[in-house]
């Protein structure tokens, strides 16, 4: 098993849709997450970070389900410029050094 | 001003060659990383490095080093390429990233496109 996973998509949604998006993790020892943001042959990018209680950010809602292991992606009211690819990160801490890994992304296509 | 920049931004080579890849930070971060992206968009963190310590992903080929001549460098060397190499190779940096310490975001250089013929 990956020990993060993400639905490769392509998610092909209209503009002013929600779309929802789900990363699992294997690792129990998982400290942090985050969902990065790829645009097509570009760098990733910090899209936010995800907190135990949730957290949203404008049309960005993140939560965390520690028991499930898995992280989520809320979009309220997509706009074409929300077209992109969104990777999942954790970082695992194990015998106090870190461990970064990102998921293989999510791929999200608003269409008008 | 770019805060993360590589050179070059694409490089085509031989199979069998050996070629280096170029990152420069301008933000004053301790740590820079280099990562592979391949033909399936998995990306992959080859090298973490500060001027403490450098980890290694134990998958890498020891074809691929890191070399650092000071904080707001980390260069790529790669000997002997392999048709496998073919990828898309980012730099990032980060504020710190001292062991047990929390993530810190990282900022990621628009990427070095390398293919092996």
């Known amino acids: 098993r990956k020990e993060v996973e993400q639905d490769p998509g392509p998610f092909n949604v209209p503009e002013g849709a929600t779309v929802a998006f789900n990363c699992t993790y294997s690792?129990?020892?998982?400290?942090?997450f985050f969902w990065y943001r790829q645009d097509c042959r570009k760098e990733p990018k910090l899209l936010m970070s995800?907190?135990?209680s949730g957290n949203e950010d404008g049309r960005f809602t993140a939560q965390l389900n520690r028991a499930s292991q898995y992280i989520s992606l809320l979009i309220r009211d997509s706009k074409l410029s929300d077209s992109a690819t969104y990777l999942c990160?954790?970082?695992?801490?194990?015998?106090?050094?870190?461990?970064?890994?990102f998921g293989s992304g999510t791929r999200l296509s608003i269409r008008p | 001003d770019t805060a993360v920049s590589q050179t070059p931004k694409y490089l085509v080579t031989q199979m069998g060659n050996d070629k280096s890849i170029k990152c420069e930070q301008n933000?004053?971060?301790?740590?820079m990383y280099w990562y592979k992206q391949d033909s399936k968009k998995f990306l992959k963190i080859m090298f973490s490095?500060?001027?403490?310590?450098?980890?290694i992903n134990e998958t890498v080929p020891n074809r691929f080093s890191p070399k650092s001549p000071d904080k707001a460098h980390l260069n790529l060397h790669i000997n002997s390429l392999e048709l496998g190499d073919s990828a898309v190779y980012f730099c990032?940096?980060?504020?710190?990233?001292?062991?047990?310490?929390?993530?810190?975001?990282?900022?990621f250089g628009p990427g070095t496109r390398l293919t092996v013929l």
């Open positions: 990032a940096s980060s504020q710190d990233r001292t062991s047990g310490s929390s993530y810190n975001e990282q900022f």
């Open positions: 690792n129990s020892a998982s400290q942090s």
């Open positions: 995800v907190y135990s």
């Open positions: 990160v954790v970082n695992i801490l194990k015998s106090s050094a870190s461990k970064i890994i």
């Open positions: 933000l004053g971060h301790d740590t």
């Open positions: 490095y500060n001027n403490k310590e450098l980890i």
